[in-house]
């Protein structure tokens, strides 16, 4: 039996193809809800979400994660620093002029063949080639990618899928993770200038383990890829979704791109479940978590919540005042941010130049996940 109860059914065709009237329900409640078959709460306003990411003494990291990610202040300040330093370093106007050229070069290849599918055609191969640019080495097999990235995807969602599926699951993601640790530890043994280097380089200094130090790497290749896949698909479909929405895009100008792609994380985040362990007795939204109880922060439902954000249905891409939890927030808050909107840029230059006419041709497909948001197909024509 997946996990669910009565207003939580996070395997529900309902609810993968459309997460946002189960948070309506959940943030109706009176203050976090006790979603027994998983022994955690979930939290679903935007000020008790933000009560959680801010407290990293009472909500900490949960104990399956490795790398930066299990890390909490004041131990992850330098590695944080660390990592920070390496993705600024690794972009440049030339990384965004060359994914713009990439990104173009795959929307000519794809729309000479007629209608297209948007993420396997031009979304997908874009973030890989960002991997590429970002690793410092040639553009990689994309299948092994994507093999992790379901994987991957799989192993997140499996505390909410049949437990008869869990082992399963989880044989499948450590097969794939050993196949693109073999890829990225020949690279890292090339010693190519690009963040890998930068990493294994500082981190020993640092004191991170070997172990850390890849599952830090093992994470950011991930998110370049897997989590920039989820993001631009599920904000290119809000875009497209909306009438006039590239043309919009076009007159806010490069200027107001990147404010567009804050808003786009907030309407539909690839990541929709933050999670942590109460270390504790703490209070929070009126109930009393306990030590060793879980926490899910549902950034999703946060970033729909009427009482932070004015019309939270809407993609208001000219959003103002826009504090989402679409990259996180707090002492995890995301390292990528500029990279990935640099991505977005790059990907919005790449469409307005190439296919200013892009089109939905057909309804998008949703991947079956539930702890992440993201499009397996996305049918257009120019
Ligand atoms: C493309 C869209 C992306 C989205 C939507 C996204 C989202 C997030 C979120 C929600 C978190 C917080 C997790 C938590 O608090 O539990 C996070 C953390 C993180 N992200 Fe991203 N991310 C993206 C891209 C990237 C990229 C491109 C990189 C690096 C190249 C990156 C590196 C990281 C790192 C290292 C952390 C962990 C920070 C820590 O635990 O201290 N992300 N990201």
Wanted: aromatic fraction near 8%.
């Amino acid at each position: 039996m997946a996990a669910s109860d009565d207003l939580f059914d996070p395997r529900s065709a309902e609810f993968i193809a459309d997460p946002y009237p189960t948070y309506r329900r959940l943030r109706a409640q009176d203050g976090p809800h006790w979603f027994e078959p998983l022994d955690s709460w979930l939290v679903s306003t935007y000020a008790d979400c933000q009560a959680v990411l801010r407290d990293t003494a009472a909500f900490r990291s949960p104990p399956n994660l490795t790398g930066i990610q299990a890390l909490d202040p004041p131990q992850s300040l330098p590695y944080r620093s660390l990592i920070r330093s390496g993705l600024r370093a690794a972009q440049s106007p030339e990384f965004e002029a060359d994914l713009v050229r990439a990104g173009a070069q795959l929307l000519r290849a794809a729309r000479a063949g007629g209608p297209f599918d948007l993420v396997r055609d031009f979304v997908t191969p874009f973030c890989l080639a960002a991997v590429s640019r970002l690793v410092a080495v040639p553009v990689p097999d994309g299948g092994v990618f994507e093999e992790y990235t379901t994987a991957h995807q799989r192993a997140m969602d499996s505390q909410v899928v049949d437990p008869a599926e869990r082992e399963a699951v989880a044989a499948r993601a450590a097969r794939s993770r050993a196949r693109i640790a073999e890829l990225i530890d020949r690279w890292s043994a090339g010693g190519a200038p690009g963040i890998l280097t930068h990493l294994q380089q500082g981190g020993g200094a640092l004191g991170i383990t070997a172990k850390a130090e890849r599952a830090t790497v093992y994470f950011v290749v991930f998110s370049t890829y897997g989590t920039g896949t989820a993001a631009l698909g599920n904000g290119l479909a809000a875009l497209l979704r909306r009438p006039g929405g590239l043309k919009e895009l076009r007159a806010l100008g490069p200027a107001g791109w990147d404010r567009a792609t804050d808003e786009l994380l907030r309407y539909d985040p690839p990541v929709q479940v933050l999670a942590r362990t109460c270390t504790a007795d703490t209070e929070l939204g009126g109930r009393t978590i306990r030590q060793g109880q879980g926490v899910l922060a549902l950034a999703g439902s946060a970033n729909h919540d009427p009482e932070q954000f004015a019309d939270p249905e809407e993609v208001v891409l000219t959003r103002e005042h826009n504090p989402h939890f679409g990259l996180g927030w707090g002492a995890h808050v995301c390292l990528g941010a500029p990279l990935t909107q640099l991505m977005f840029r790059a990907a919005f230059r790449a469409l307005l130049d190439e296919a200013p006419g892009l089109a939905l041709v057909g309804e998008p497909v949703r991947r079956p996940i539930s702890t992440s948001r993201a499009f397996e197909a996305i049918p257009v024509d120019c």
